[in-house]
Nanobody, 112 residues
Framework: VQLQASGGGLVEAGGSLRLSCVAS????????WGWYRQAPGKQRELVAS??????TNYADSVKGRFTISRDNAKTVYLQMNSLKPEDTAVYYC????????WGQGTLVTVSS
């Protein structure tokens, strides 16, 4: 499984971005999709995840602002609204199918 993330960029506080992650290869059976982020000097943390049945989970820091969604077996999105400077990080797409797979990361920078 290969994951290609895109959609990062520079945005002012209060703005929005939508991240996309497209999977290629053997994608049948992906049971969990997730978005993680890693800010400078910090550990990678879970931002949001979506299970194969549609159940979602969010970090407390993004609840009510971010939405994870999936439109088919190969694409997952992260809609980020009301962005804050503390959301600045490299965002990584993750998928689990027997093993864990990671995308290359996309940088989100939120200016104050």
């Amino acid at each position: 499984v290969q994951l290609q993330a895109s959609g990062g960029g520079l945005v002012e506080a209060g703005g929005s971005l939508r991240l996309s992650c497209v999977a290629s290869g053997i994608t049948f059976g992906i049971n969990v999709w997730g978005w993680y982020r890693q800010a400078p000097g910090k550990q990678r943390e879970l931002v949001a995840s979506i299970m194969i049945g549609g159940r979602t989970n969010y970090a407390d820091s993004v609840k009510g602002r971010f939405t994870i969604s999936r439109d088919n077996a190969k694409t997952v999105y992260l809609q980020m609204n009301s962005l804050k400077p503390e959301d600045t990080a490299v965002y990584y797409c993750h998928a689990h199918i027997v093993a864990d797979y990671w995308g290359q990361g996309t940088l989100v920078t939120v200016s104050s």
